[in-house]
């Protein structure tokens, strides 16, 4: 039986939205198996002497958890 957890991750960057959502799903390939959903929750900007500074994103990622007699790694 396989069970799927939720994740809340913020990700920014100077570039752009989907710079930010790549960066949060760069890395959590690094660490997390199975990632089967993202779903965008907010967008947000940091704004410095009125130009956009930073781009943030939050995101739920949803993946695979292996049964106990299984390992990932």
């Known amino acids: 039986m396989w069970v799927s957890k939720l994740n809340e991750f913020i990700g920014s960057s100077p570039e752009s939205f989907e710079a930010a959502a790549g960066a949060v799903v ?5 660490t997390l198996r199975g990632l089967q959903a993202i779903e965008v929750l907010g967008k947000s900007v940091k704004v410095i002497d009125g130009e956009i500074r930073e781009y943030r ?10 049964p106990r007699s299984q390992q990932h790694w």
């Open 26 to 30: 760069e890395r959590a390939n690094r």
């Open 57 to 66: 994103v939050r995101l739920r990622l949803e993946f695979d958890v292996a």
